[in-house]
C-alpha cells in the first residue's frame, strides 16, 4: 500500500510546536523566543476554534515556563529534543484516516552543522506518542526540506537530499 502524505493545506488532528529552551541558540532572548512561541502556539489553538496543539518541552522545568504562557487548551508534551524545529526533527504522518502511519526518519544536525542532543531521538519518540503505527526509515530526511500537494506530487531541492553530507 502506497500512502501519501497529505497537503500542507490540508487540515490536522494536531500539530506538534517546539519551545525553546537552550539559552545559547537564542543569543540572550530566550525569554523572548518563549513568549513569541507561546503565542504562536495560543494563535494555532485559537481557543480551541482551530488546531489542537502539542507543545513540546525539553523537560519539567520547562513545562512550568510554557504553561504559564499558553492557553489552557494548548497541550504541554515533555519529551526531550534539541532544537524546537520539530517540521524537521519530527516524523510525517502519511495516509488519512484508519491508514494514518507516521514515518520516523533519520536526522543529522542539517548535516552535522547544527549537532544538538535530543534531535536524532525526537521524532521517533513523537511517533511512539502519536499512537499512530510508527516506521522507522533508512534514510536522512528533514521534514522541512520538503513540499507535497497530497496528490503524491513532492517538491524538494537536491541540496537538502541527495547533498552527501546527508545521504
Do not use: Y
Not at 540572550?28 to 494563535?43: C, E, K, L, T
Not at 497541550?75 to 519530527?90: A, N
Amino acid at each position: 500500500m502506497t500512502l501519501k502524505m497529505p497537503a500542507e493545506w490540508a487540515p490536522h488532528e494536531a500539530v506538534w510546536i517546539g519551545f525553546p529552551h537552550l539559552a545559547d541558540e537564542w543569543s540572550g532572548q530566550i525569554d523572548a523566543a518563549r513568549r513569541d512561541v507561546a503565542a504562536f502556539a495560543n494563535a494555532v489553538h485559537d481557543e480551541g476554534r482551530g488546531e489542537q496543539v502539542r507543545l513540546v518541552v525539553n523537560d519539567e522545568q520547562q513545562a512550568q515556563i510554557a504553561t504559564a504562557l499558553v492557553d489552557s487548551g494548548v497541550s504541554i508534551l515533555v519529551q526531550p529534543l534539541g532544537d524546537i524545529w520539530l517540521r524537521d526533527t519530527g516524523p510525517i504522518i502519511a495516509g488519512t484516516g484508519s491508514a494514518r502511519r507516521a514515518c520516523n526518519f533519520r536526522f543529522n544536525w542539517w548535516g552535522e552543522k547544527f549537532v544538538m542532543p535530543g534531535d536524532q531521538e525526537v521524532g521517533a519518540a513523537l511517533a511512539v506518542s502519536s499512537g499512530l503505527p510508527a516506521d522507522d526509515q533508512d534514510w536522512v530526511l528533514e521534514g522541512g526540506a520538503i513540499d507535497v500537494d497530497g496528490t503524491g506530487l513532492c517538491v524538494t531541492t537536491e541540496e537538502c537530499l541527495l547533498n552527501p553530507n546527508r545521504n
